[in-house]
């Protein structure tokens, strides 16, 4: 059994590619899972790993005197192993989890769980299925010898498949009526393409209309195995129930542990414009959108948060205070997939404007961008620097440090998408004093150099979605107006009307979707 331990000390905080700020980057899932941070209760602890002959590695967090234990379970697979014509399969394994095994009813199983406080949920992602609870410390056993049995046994029932198929399906009709998630699904793959990293994790109707009971068994036989099994015991050392899972998991055959690795978001090389005419809507989205490789990405040097405030502030200044054409504009550096490692970013700016002003605003928003390249001016540079030394004077020092939780979740994390079970590391000290410096020892010419390389409109992509009675070729014309070389541009039309489920209906030149 191999073991690694370390003392809980603060983590070091970690600024995303738009500045924000969070405990460790291995934390991909920690917003689905904060509902079970920190609810055990109980004094600092130490965190430690094993890992079973099997290759079960099992992250252990200990709080002396808490109250509450927290367990979780998770699958190193994802939508990303989903295969062509049932997308949605790791989605729908997930809720099948909760209806049942040879030795316990899906009924005997949900009084279990509202006996210990119902505390209990999953998600999937494109790379991993997670299970969590979070039950009375008294309880742990109990709760570890049926979470252990949800995963490891699920039963699939011939109604219980089509029971959680329609639900499901309720999931999708509620998605098909938000314009937003839609919106997001066609700008990702205008982006980044049709590939497996950036499948819609919960399927189309399709998709998962043509899933079968043994696809389900397939999928759970071939991936909830040893070697890609990862479990999360966090309470009092005391009580923890280690033995269950140890005696439980350890049952599991070893099996192989899937690399996500290789399975990245990679940019469509040209220029494009996706269209989405909604002729009843008052208003135009504007999405300019400009892939990033991580290389470039990792040659920057102006610090993220001070190069997209200063964006947000020229870009709104130009559109909104002196043109008058919106009410904000958004500028972030976002990941260009969900999965761990994306090898591509993209620079996403956003706004909404009145139809008929989109051509000038399009032709602002690109300009502004362009005229970057040479510097901001030394003013504009200073005032922006400013602001953001500011707002990291003003950051509460408690958003640097993690506690035992958020480094037993890293871990857990981290462990879900490499191989090993080391304890992420933790280091003292607040990060804000680098971050100022950082700041405040950038300058104006080296955010002229960086915007040149991250601003680059070779790959632009642009996202119109509002009343455009022209179909957006009016946007071309802005391109045009702004310097963008237009020539080999696509033009791609949606009509939302079409969607319904069945994957994203596009133009004859646009990106078809996985189905």
């Not at 610090?303 to 002196?322: E, G, I, Q, S, Y």
């Amino acid at each position: 059994m191999i073991v690694s331990s370390t003392r809980l000390t603060p983590l070091p905080a970690t600024t995303t590619a738009d500045g924000a700020s969070f405990a460790n980057p291995a934390m991909h899932g920690l917003s689905k899972a904060v509902l079970a941070s920190d609810a055990t209760g109980g004094a600092a602890g130490v965190v430690r790993t094993e890992t079973l002959p099997n290759g079960v590695r099992i992250v252990i967090a200990e709080r002396p005197g808490a109250t509450q234990a927290k367990l979780q379970v998770g699958m190193g697979a994802g939508s990303l192993q989903d295969p062509a014509g049932k997308l949605g399969l790791a989605h729908l394994t997930e809720h099948l989890a909760f209806e049942g095994s040879p030795t316990r009813t899906a009924t005997q199983q949900e009084r279990a769980r509202i006996g210990w406080g119902n505390d209990w949920n999953a998600y999937t992602d494109r790379d991993s299925v997670i299970y969590y609870g979070v039950v009375p410390t008294n309880d742990a056993k109990a709760a570890a010898a049926l979470i252990s049995d949800m995963y490891i046994n699920p039963k699939y029932a011939t109604h219980s498949v089509q029971q959680e198929r329609a639900a499901v399906e309720n999931e999708m009709t509620y998605y098909d009526g938000s314009l937003g998630g839609q919106v997001d699904d066609i700008a990702t793959r205008l982006v980044f393409g049709d590939t497996p990293a950036t499948n819609n994790v919960i399927g189309t109707r399709g998709s998962v209309d043509a899933i079968r009971t043994q696809d389900l068994r397939a999928f759970h036989d071939r991936y909830a195995v040893g070697r890609n099994t990862v479990v999360l015991v966090e309470g009092d050392p005391a009580k923890l129930p280690l033995d269950v899972i140890r005696k439980q998991f350890g049952a599991l055959p070893a099996g192989s542990r899937v690399d996500n690795n290789g399975e990245k978001a990679t940019a469509v090389p040209g220029t494009a414009i996706q269209v989405i005419n909604e002729p009843d809507q008052g208003t135009v989205n504007l999405d300019v959108l400009i892939p990033i490789s991580s290389a470039v990405l990792d040659g920057i040097k102006t610090p993220m948060k001070l190069f997209t405030t200063a964006l947000n502030n020229m870009l709104n200044d130009k559109v909104r205070r002196t043109d008058h054409l919106s009410y904000g504009v958004s500028a972030k550096v976002l990941p260009g997939d969900d999965t761990d490692n994306p090898n591509a970013y993209m620079l996403s700016v956003q706004t909404q404007v009145a139809k008929g002003t989109e051509q000038q605003a399009l032709t602002d928003l690109v300009r502004t961008l362009a005229g970057t390249h040479d510097g901001i001016g030394a003013k504009t540079f200073r005032t922006n620097q400013d602001s953001v030394l500011g707002q990291v004077r003003a950051m509460d020092p408690a958003e640097f440090t993690s506690s035992v939780s958020d480094q037993a979740e890293a871990t857990f994390q981290q462990a879900l998408i490499a191989e090993g079970a080391e304890v992420v590391p933790a280091d003292g000290g607040d990060p804000r004093s680098q971050l100022r410096y950082d700041i405040g020892h950038a300058t104006n010419e080296q955010f002229g150099a960086d915007a040149a390389k991250l601003i680059d409109f070779s790959n632009l992509k642009v996202m119109a979605h509002g009343n455009l009675p022209d179909g957006g070729t009016g946007l071309a014309a802005a391109l045009t107006a702004a310097g963008v070389d237009t020539a080999g541009l696509t033009m791609n039309p949606v009509n939302l009307d079409l969607y319904s489920g069945q994957g994203i209906p596009v133009g004859k030149d646009a990106v078809p979707p996985r189905a």
